[in-house]
């Protein structure tokens, strides 16, 4: 290979490699901040809006720089610029969330400023490359449109293989801080192939302040306590980790489930039948009376979580066959190891609900089937449209009945009227109940049923009393829910088509309420 096509060469891998690595930090980037604000089309469109942003502005000043003078040590010295950036990372995290605890913002707020301290810097420096390299591959051949052609096809080749290579890969084996550190120092080294620190002395010295920045970084980094990972496993969906809440007397040890920042569940190891969260109990009554004279149960939750509502209904006094899908074996791994879960004689599936109860024979029928896989306020639109609900219709016993929770403001929760009104185009009875109505507007987590047969809590009571420990009660909103929808006409159905749930709940992320 003759020199010019060495150095063609050189330039088109340097090309692929940052492209890529760009985009692992995108993948990235939600990753780390989904411990402070959660995973949702708000968070995700911050992280690509800004990168975008970044990787626009890159360019052009990279095009602008090339007109003037592109050499290879400019484009290294903004590779090692971009290195140095990336390893920062971890660095500005820490220094920007704890700057934003003092103020009230939403999470749209939050998740912006975030990714722009975090995300905006080595954006731009990537961006800045691909021009110089282009440029400096054209003054070695003649073949323009080739060499351009070729370039833009390296990029997008590698910010695909970067896609998917951080997804399906390197953060579930690595975890994210590594990965951040890992692209670093990787393009910090694709800096120095053009930087001969031997050639003279300025060289020299960038190179030695390069390398002492990168090892006071990346060692700071591995070994700053400050800056470990919050996660205790990585996944390709969550960062899990599980928190001691100390040891009660007679419960014993309790330990919760948190999944990037959302409190999932709570259990106790004496006690699985004790459940903490009023919500959860209150689906806990709700499901048993419906089923009261019942000898034995079929039971499916959509979502596993922390367990903590199957291993309650597993221990309670009816036998009961028990069904789980659960997106993330990572999280049933955490639950059978630190939450006390046996699921010996559970059915546990890992895989997306929808497709989970779509694939079960079709003679396979529910007597209860609990939605309990909405994330916080992220919600998986596809399991509240009309087209889910008429499957879980299907998969239900005549006399049985779907409950969930679903997280959203009071008293204008648009996207609980919405479901309400979705289900009941399929269900003959909705209720919607609160453990308690919030005096002014206020994030809450409601509790909704669906059957097709009429109960006890269907037929016009407004107050229900727990029968379990410990003593709670709690109120029917239905009337309130739907006297809400009334008044607002644009309450839409829910549908494979139409789902807007992100804008049916903005106010949570547009507001302090969210968080």
Known sequence: MDPKQRKITLYAVIVFLSSALLLV???????????????????????????????????????????????????????????????????????????????????????????????????ILIGIVTPLLTTLALAQSSRTGHIVGMMHALGATGSILGTFATAWW??????????????????????????????????????????????????????????????????????????????????????????????????????????????????????????????????????????????????????????VAELDP???????????????????IHGDARAVLRALPEDERFDIIVGDAFHDVAVPYHLVTQEFARLLRQRLADDGIYVMNLVDAYPNGRLA?????????????????????????????????AANVETAMASGRQRLHAAMRPQRRWVRVSERVQRSASRQPNVPLLTDDNAPVEQLISTLFTTGMGL
Not at 94 to 123: K, N
Not at 424 to 448: G, K, S
Request: proline letters at 4%; a negative charge.
């Open 170 to 323: 390197l953060i579930p084996v690595m975890g994210s801080r590594n990965v951040v550190l890992a692209c670093g120092l990787m393009l910090l080294l694709s800096g120095l192939l053009f930087i001969r620190p031997l050639v003279n002395r300025r060289r020299t010295v960038v190179t030695t302040i390069a390398l002492l920045g990168a090892a006071v970084l990346g060692l700071g980094t591995f070994f700053n306590p400050a800056l470990a990972s919050p996660c205790d496993r990585e996944s390709s969906y969550f960062c899990i980790r599980t928190v001691d809440e100390g040891v009660d007397p007679v419960l014993g040890q309790a330990r919760s489930l948190v999944l990037d920042h959302l409190l999932h569940g709570t259990n106790v190891e004496n006690d699985g039948t004790f459940l903490s969260a009023p919500y959860v109990h209150l689906m806990q009554e709700l499901m048993c009376r419906h089923h009261h004279d019942k000898g034995g149960l079929r039971a499916f939750f959509i979502g596993g979580g922390a367990f903590t509502q199957p291993r309650a209904l597993w221990l309670a006094s009816l036998p009961v066959e028990i069904t």
């Open 417 to 449: 009227q919405a479901l309400v009104k979705t289900l009941a185009t399929v269900f003959d009875y909705v209720d919607v109940w609160l453990d308690e109505v919030p005096l002014a507007e206020a994030r809450v987590t409601y509790v909704i049923t």
């Open 25 to 123: 930090l995108e993948i990235v980037a939600a990753r780390l901040i989904a411990p402070y604000v959660g995973v949702s089309l708000y968070t995700w469109s911050a992280v690509i809006g800004v990168v975008l942003a970044g990787l626009s502005i890159g360019n052009a000043l990279g095009g602008a720089w090339a007109d003037r003078q592109a050499t290879a040590e400019a484009a290294g010295g903004v590779l090692i610029a971009a290195g140095l950036s990336a390893l920062l990372i971890p660095w500005l995290l820490l220094a920007t969330a704890r700057g934003l605890d003092g103020y009230a913002l939403s999470i749209l707020s939050t998740s912006l400023i975030l990714v722009l301290a975090l995300f905006l810097l080595p954006a």
């Open 330 to 348: 990572m999280v049933t791994q955490a639950a059978r190891d630190e939450l006390f879960l046996d699921d010996r004689d559970m059915r546990v």
